[in-house]
């Protein structure tokens, strides 16, 4: 079982910036991709962006260039750097983990509570 605790989000103004972090923790084999999605009232959850064991990144088109993901193998984080925010950026994150139990088990997703995201113009 995998246990995540997020931090960070808040209000910001437009071209603002604000940081994401991710902690994962419990008992399990070892964790493939990490990451975050978002989703705004009314909207599906959407991909923000993701980064592999091996350091892989997958971004948004939406987020290219503004948002930065890193990741720490060692301690199981994940965080994302959000700069030039715009109000459609406006949306509940949450962050993503896929682990697996046992080396023999699935792969299972993990996502934290959500943490609010609000950027005014």
């Known amino acids: 079982q995998v246990q995540l605790a997020e931090s960070g989000g808040g209000l910001v103004q437009a071209g603002g910036s604000l940081g994401l972090s991710c902690a994962a923790s419990?008992?399990?084999?070892?964790?493939?991709?990490m990451g975050w999605y978002r989703q705004a009232p009314g909207k599906q959850r959407e991909l923000v962006a993701v980064?592999?064991?091996?350091?892989?990144?997958n971004y948004a088109d939406s987020v290219k260039g503004r948002f930065t993901i890193n990741r720490d193998n060692a301690k199981n984080t994940v965080s994302l750097q959000m700069t030039s925010l715009q109000p459609e950026d406006t949306a509940v994150y949450y962050c993503?983990?896929?682990?697996?139990?046992?080396?023999?088990?699935?792969?299972?997703?993990?996502w934290g509570q959500g943490t609010q995201v609000t950027v005014s113009s």
């Open positions: 993503l983990c896929n682990a697996k139990a046992t080396r023999l088990t699935n792969t299972f997703s993990y």
């Open positions: 419990g008992i399990f084999f070892s964790i493939t991709t």
């Open positions: 980064v592999t064991s091996g350091g892989t990144t």
